[in-house]
């Protein structure tokens, strides 16, 4: 089960942190990805981390301006993002994949949604111009 938070509301050119906590064992079996939907627009990627932390990927628009983080001994992952636009207000929803074995699984991620089987509620933010 994946608990996402960190929603608010925050001004353009400001900052939020987003947390994503897991519950249950073995997480560092899992690569995490962050979404997000706005209203009216289908749910698209952000940001996702590989399992070890070691690779992290980024959706044109967010980089730069996102980090994406991992501690696996607190079952979290973190969304920091700066430089806020308006265009960023949407609800943000953390995702894990399938678990995987082998060593060459280790630094993999994902940009398809389809690749993820569990889903966090998702957390709400507003970016005011």
């Known amino acids: 089960q994946l608990q996402a938070s960190g929603g608010g509301s925050v001004q353009a050119g400001g900052s939020l942190r987003l947390s994503c906590v897991a519950s249950?064992?073995?997480?560092?079996?899992?690569?995490v990805g962050w979404f997000r939907q706005a209203p009216g627009k289908e749910r698209e990627f952000v940001s996702a981390?590989?399992?070890?932390?070691?690779?992290?990927q980024f959706a044109d628009g967010a980089k730069g301006r996102f980090t994406i983080s991992r501690d696996n001994a607190k079952n979290t992952v973190y969304l920091q993002m700066n430089s806020l636009e308006p265009e960023d207000t949407a609800v943000y929803y953390c995702?894990?994949?399938?678990?995987?074995?082998?060593?060459?699984?280790?630094?993999?991620?994902?940009?398809?949604?389809?690749?993820?089987?569990?889903w966090g509620q998702g957390t709400e933010f507003t970016v005011s111009s």
């Open positions: 249950g064992r073995a997480f560092s079996n899992y690569a």
């Open positions: 981390i590989s399992r070890n932390g070691g690779r992290t």
């Open positions: 995702a894990a994949d399938r678990p995987m074995g082998g060593a060459a699984n280790i630094y993999r991620t994902s940009n398809n949604v389809y690749e993820y089987d569990y």
